[in-house]
């Protein structure tokens, strides 16, 4: 089963190292977003679908990957010369983002640590959890937009207007020669690395020891903290985990658009990272995949035509799944196979 | 410290908890009885606040049409809850997101009929009142008392109505006042109705202090979600304890640093008063919803 499952994740990974070779420009970009956001979606599924801990702070973690990013590889690598609060003109000096990529990925780690620990160690659960990353996120956003005359270093926060001109990630040696991957081809490949790392990541700790007890924890918490499991730690664990991986899909979007601003993480794109996983199938990892493609790719298609009745129908989807399929596409799709097999074939 | 700042500290506290303490029932009357958060809440209110407009354009007095607009609410909140709500009550977490879905909807329909700009209501009752030489808003002085007799009545409600009594008998143990005969599914329909009725008239009570514009509700609801989940379930007494410290500790750091503090001040003061009491300040839930 393992080794079947290997085979078809492999084949996966060569389809999309393959892809570029036959798109345009701008469905390569538009394929490094849709992974991106898709790491997004598997760091809620984590800690969602695995654990069962509905967790809405996950677009503040993106955000601060974001904003850690921006700041700390724009003070390092480029020279600022402010005109007027977000007028500025950069100059970079280039250099490899190393350090800014660990910094984007420590930070909403260790910022998710704390809070962890304080919510889980006071046995905050179900709806109250939600309420709390929810409210997290939100407050978050608010305290960006009025930080409009303050900046870190040589960096205006920017307010809503966001920062600007961020470099893209560069790889290399450090003191001896970098790359910058403003190619978008080589941006996508290193997008597409960082996603089958996680993956693979997620998929290792989903089938270790670890892994069981989350499960154990989603399905019934009270009996495996009378197994002499101690709960609280593993989830603080998970959501520090989920914490990083929001991190690095929000460093990524960050250094995609060379630009992050509070409206690259508002209510609505906790809302769509919600939808995408349930649409996938929570509990499954590469649904979390599956449902952000998808609606990504819907999206793209026919916002143009659509566009605010997008919204709309999205809202009526998530209705409509939740009353309807609540394991989502991949649920779906297991259920089929299951059915598949368990029919008697007659010889 | 002077007379005056004493008297603004505590008229903004005041006037802040009576603001929260308005929002926030509906959203507590639902999570009381039911357990659940009603993510649509926040949509509840704008719109109260854009039926309040609605009635206001096609000719009514100003008040007459704020005293009207929680009805077509309560109505909408009929239909989603027998369309969707009911066929989640037990899955709270399915409740929560399908709410979800809901407050999307309904702000995205807002948006398509009216357009994303801010629409203006005229003030019902401009003006102030003038102390010692400070002046207050009178509307903020009438909304304090509008609060209180809210409160009132819906104390007399819970207390001295047969509504009330089956209220309560179905949130100390819903499957034995079923039991007894009390229409389980009716009283829940009804409380999701008078819950988004009193979203409404908070929104469109807060009308002349906000911009009605479809995202309203997004503003105005993560303080709502705090009161209610760091008041607890008790509906009133919870709703009240949460509201005034919240309320008033955010009015209070707001004015001696930064509304931007305040924020977060407001943010803590929440996650502590959770860890130190998880199931919120006062609080008491039927067992077999939980």
Known sequence: MKKIFRNKFLILVLIFVALPLVLSTYYVNMLSL????????????????????????????FGLGGYVYAITAMNLLCEVQIRHLSHYNVVNHGGTTYISILLAIIFPAVIAMILGYFLFYAKVSGVYF??????????????????????????????????TYVPRISIGIPFWFYYSLEDP??????????????????????????????????DNEIRTESFGYDVRKYKVMVFTISGALAGLSGLLYCSWGSFISPASFDFFLSAETVIWVLIGGKGTLIGAFVGSFLTQFLENLLSDVLVYYWLL??????????????????????RLRLSIIRSPKKQ | ?????????????????????????????????????????????????????????????????MAIAPIPVALIAVIIERGIVRFLYGRQMDTLLATWGISIFLIQSIRVLFGPEGKSIPHPFPGTFEINGLFFPKYRFLLILITLSILLLMYLLFKFTKFGLKARAVIQNPDMSSALGVNTPHVYMMTFCLGAGLAGLAGSLLTPLINVEPALGLKIVVRTFLVVVTGGTEILLGTVAGGAILGSTESIVSLFT?????????????ILIIRIKPKGLISKVAETLK
């Not at chain 1, 984590?46 to 509905?54: A, F």
């Open chain 1, 34 to 61: 849709f992974l991106i956001m898709g790491i997004l979606a598997l760091s809620l599924d984590l800690i969602w679908g695995y654990t069962g801990i509905l967790s809405f702070g996950q677009g503040a973690f």
């Open chain 1, 130 to 163: 939600c309420i709390i990353t929810l409210s997290l996120t939100l407050i978050f956003q608010q305290i960006i937009m009025e930080l409009v005359e303050y900046q870190i270093g040589n960096i205006p926060i920017g307010g809503f207007n966001g920062i």
């Open chain 1, 185 to 218: 081809m080589h941006f996508y490949y290193f997008v597409l690395f960082c996603t089958t790392a996680s993956l693979v990541i997620c998929y290792a700790i989903c089938n270790s020891p670890f892994g069981s007890i989350l499960t154990a924890i989603r």
């Open chain 1, 313 to 334: 129908i999205m809202g009526g989807i998530f209705i409509l799944i939740v009353l309807l399929f609540p394991k989502g596409i991949m649920g779906i799709i297991y």
């Open chain 2, 1 to 65: 410290m002077n007379f005056e700042i004493i008297a603004t500290a505590i008229f903004n506290a005041l006037s802040a908890s009576s603001i929260l303490i308005v929002s926030a029932l509906g959203l507590a009357v639902i999570f009381g009885m039911m357990g659940v958060i009603n993510l649509a809440h926040g949509e509840f209110i704008m719109l109260g606040a854009y039926f309040a407009y609605i009635f206001k354009s096609l000719g009514l007095n100003i008040w007459a049409s």
């Open chain 2, 258 to 270: 930064s509304t931007y503090f305040g924020n977060v001040i407001l943010l803590i003061l929440a």
